[in-house]
């Protein structure tokens, strides 16, 4: 599948206001690694091969192993991720999810133990944002190349 229409210039506007998102995303004092992280564990959930490639390119270029990455559909069985890690990429598969996982104050109370508010609200929103990557891309026909 190819690229149905040249979206970022048919929405202009929309794809500007992403890439604001994105650079927030990247400004936050969420490690780049675990951000990336998150971002290809929801891009395998959602089958977005684009996404999955491009991050996977991106973890690689800053220094994440492969072991860590190609582990990351079984993270909760692993012993080289952090606690801190692990609550992340748990509710990053919540809110992937959340018509069914939704997020439980259980949940909430374990990954505040790690993140304090502000980090929280930017794990959410790193979430959120890939999950309309994926959404966008998978809409549009982006293919891995």
Same mark, same amino acid.
């Given at each position: ?18 890439? !604001?998102? &994105?650079? =927030? *995303? ?7 690694? $675990?951000? #990336?992280? /998150? ?37 909760? !069985?692993? &012993?080289? =991720? *952090? ?7 748990? $509710?990053? #598969?919540? /809110? ?50």
């Amino acid at each position: 599948m190819s690229e149905r229409f040249a979206y970022y210039t048919v929405a202009a506007d929309s794809m500007k206001i992403m890439m !604001e998102m &994105e650079k =927030y *995303t990247k400004s936050t004092e969420i490690d780049g690694k $675990l951000r #990336e992280l /998150i971002k290809i564990r929801a891009s395998l959930m959602n089958g977005c091969a684009y996404c999955i490639n491009m991050h996977t390119a991106d973890a690689r270029k800053m220094g994440e192993t492969e072991q860590r990455i190609y582990c990351l559909s079984v993270w909760d !069985e692993c &012993e080289f =991720y *952090t606690d801190a890690e692990k609550v992340a990429l748990e $509710l990053t #598969e919540h /809110i992937t999810l959340i018509p069914t996982k939704r997020v439980p104050d259980e949940l909430y109370k374990r990954v505040r133990s790690h993140y304090d508010e502000k980090q929280y609200m930017d794990l959410i929103i790193i979430i959120n944002q890939i999950n309309s990557w994926n959404r966008i891309s998978i809409a549009m026909g982006n293919t891995a190349k």
